[in-house]
């Protein structure tokens, strides 16, 4: 899709659905009040009417309620409300008058438009049968943002709302795939796709053996139960050549069964959607390359499958992290610390980042605590809290940050061991969890987010009830931040 801002009249430019909001208390423009279908709009919140003007041919009227309420979460939901009608009406074009609001900003109202519009045309229709002569979906090609004299800000937001939009997309159709097609060689081929389309992008992936060799245990044993290799996949990008190096790491556990501690069978098959943290920081890393953002960036995506077999980890096997640290595994199913532990440690110690954001669909206790509405926070550094809280502010990707108090790391100690990969005891499962995982990130600033919850099925208008991208909007809006500092 091709996203433009004008200064011309809505009436000038040529689409095939023009969009204009109504404010409580406002009245409609006078060259639409004798409209078709006029006497039909209204100015609450979600409240649309389709005028049918000479010109614009099509004009959907947007109630948006009281104005100084109005903000960019409640604009993405009015644009995902747009795009329905833009479907319904085989739209396109569309052209969406946005003067006059007083709340947003333009820079937010541009960003916001352009994110609810992309993310709400996201279909999955891959396995769907079709007939030879059966034309394809019509598909939104332009939008155009009239937002009087467009700054060179407001372009620049524009664009990078639309590529990190793109982005999350990419990573809605990843968790939509069946993990006998998603597989962790599969995640390293498109890997391998981005390095080969970005040049600042260079790709590294370890297969099993070398995972043995290089001793990267916790990604090692959990693979260890399944036919599909595990892999390290690691992305570098030099975005300044200087400077601190971001590290990202995101958990992609292709298909999670629970491995000997077998989850239920009710809902199993959506633990496909398990590598959404790897599949985020992948596409987020893409982003970010194709915006050109000035800083340099190592991601770690530790992929596998957690299987049950004859050669699968066990409750009360002992294994041995990369760095030295001894775990018992009392859990086979809080497998993902034990991967992204190896993935933290390789950032660090073998890529050198200078600080890590990681992001993990790491525990159901989250979902418990949070629900939908925020992903977990939790971090050992204020600053970098602080920085990635603004970032999910700004792209609604909320983040809600949770404690860390040296009580937490007594859940996680062992008894034979240095550590154990679950506690006996259920209390703050999402925060011990991301204790553990503290262990390894030798005192480096650190943010961990749980996106158990944010994942999928947020049910919010314009990501539905499935896959949601979580994270990919956050971390480009991050990365502008630090590249901007």
């Not at 004299?149 to 709302?161: C, F, L, M, V």
């Not at 061991?417 to 999402?430: E, M, P, Q």
């Amino acid at each position: 899709m091709q996203v433009a801002l004008a200064d011309s009249p809505l009436t000038e430019l040529r689409a095939d659905l023009h969009v204009i909001t109504l404010a409580a208390g406002a009245e409609l423009p006078s060259e639409y009040t004798s409209a078709p279908g006029a006497a039909d709009a209204e100015s609450g919140f979600r409240k649309l009417a389709m005028l049918r003007p000479e010109r614009p041919e099509r004009l959907l009227v947007v109630g948006i309620g009281n104005a100084e309420e109005l903000d960019a979460e409640k604009l993405r939901v009015l644009a995902a409300l747009v795009e329905k009608q833009s479907r319904r009406y085989e739209a396109k074009r569309i052209a969406w008058d946005l003067r006059g609001l007083s709340n947003p900003t333009a820079e937010e109202a541009v960003a916001a438009v352009t994110e609810g519009l992309v993310m709400a045309s996201f279909r999955f229709d891959r396995y769907r049968s079709r007939k030879p002569d059966d034309d394809p979906a019509p598909a939104l090609e332009n939008l155009e943002l009239v937002v009087g004299e467009a700054s060179e800000e407001a372009s620049g937001t524009a664009r990078r709302a639309l590529v990190a939009s793109e982005a999350a997309n990419r990573v809605r159709t990843l968790q939509s795939l069946p993990a006998n097609e998603l597989t962790p060689s599969a995640l390293a081929d498109r890997a391998a796709e981005l390095a080969d389309r970005h040049a600042r992008i260079t790709v590294r992936v370890l297969g099993r053996e070398e995972i043995v060799e290089r001793g990267l245990g916790g990604l090692a044993a959990v693979g260890s139960g399944a036919i599909q290799d595990p892999k390290l996949i690691t992305l570098r990008y030099e975005g300044r050549r200087g400077g601190e190096v971001l590290g990202l790491v995101g958990k992609a556990v292709t298909f999670d069964s629970g491995g000997i501690s077998i989850k239920p069978s009710v809902g199993m098959h959506e633990m496909k959607m398990d590598m959404s943290g790897g599949a985020a920081v992948l596409e987020a890393v893409a982003a970010i390359a194709e915006l050109g953002l000035t800083l340099d960036i190592v991601a770690a995506i530790p992929a596998t499958e957690n299987m049950p077999s004859g050669n699968a980890m066990r409750p009360g096997d002992v294994i041995t992290q990369l760095g030295g640290k001894t775990v018992e595994v009392t859990n086979t199913d809080a497998e993902g610390r034990l991967i992204l532990a190896d993935a933290l440690t390789w950032c660090v110690r073998e890529q050198g980042a200078d600080r890590l954001v990681d992001l993990a669909t790491l525990t159901g206790a989250v979902v418990v605590g949070l629900g939908s509405t925020y992903a977990a926070l939790i971090a050992n550094d204020d600053e970098l809290a602080a920085q990635v809280t603004a970032a999910a502010e700004r792209t609604g990707e909320l983040a809600w940050r949770l404690p860390l108090h040296p009580e937490y790391k007594k859940l996680t100690e062992g008894t034979i061991t240095d550590l154990v990969n679950s506690s006996a005891k259920r209390k703050a499962g999402t925060i011990y969890a991301a204790s553990f995982l503290e262990e390894f990130v030798d005192e480096r600033p650190w943010v961990h987010l749980d996106i158990a919850g944010t994942a999928w099925d947020v049910g919010r208008d314009y990501v539905g009830t499935g896959p949601t991208g979580f994270g990919v909007r956050l971390l480009v809006e991050l990365a502008r931040s630090l590249s901007s500092a």
